[in-house]
């Protein structure tokens, strides 16, 4: 599986962004995956993530209510809804998947994306 994220770019406070993340091959549907960010100088931080058939989804507290995480199967895509922005989410964001779920929490997922640059200015 190949990973392709999109989507980042300069953005005000306040204001939204989608990312995607498109997935290669076929099955992706048989993958969970997860939106990750790092900003410098920090950890790398697991912000939300989906089972391979939507049915579970997991937000981390910084995002909750903010952010939704969504995939579409036709498109062999996943998305992140980023609304209400704040200059604190500024980082590089990725995506990734892994056929085994747990492996999300401990970030120690088989397959990421290159990372995409949110800037949120003040």
């Known amino acids: 599986v190949q990973l392709q994220a999109s989507g980042g770019g300069l953005v005000q406070a306040g204001g939204s962004l989608r990312l995607s993340c498109a997935a290669s091959?076929?099955?992706?549907?048989?993958?969970?995956a997860g939106w990750f960010r790092q900003a410098p100088g920090k950890e790398r931080e697991l912000l939300a993530a989906?089972?391979?058939?939507?049915?579970?989804?997991y937000y981390a507290d910084s995002v909750k209510g903010r952010f939704t995480i969504s995939r579409d199967s036709a498109k062999n895509t996943v998305y992140l809804q980023m609304n209400s922005l704040k200059p604190e989410d500024t980082a590089v964001y990725y995506c990734?998947?892994?056929?085994?779920?747990?492996?999300?929490?401990?970030?120690?997922?088989?397959?990421w994306g290159q990372g995409t640059l949110v800037t949120v200015s003040s």
């Open positions: 989906v089972s391979g058939n939507s049915a579970a989804t």
């Open positions: 091959g076929r099955s992706f549907s048989a993958y969970a």
């Open positions: 990734a998947a892994d056929r085994t779920p747990i492996n999300i929490r401990s970030g120690n997922l088989a397959y």
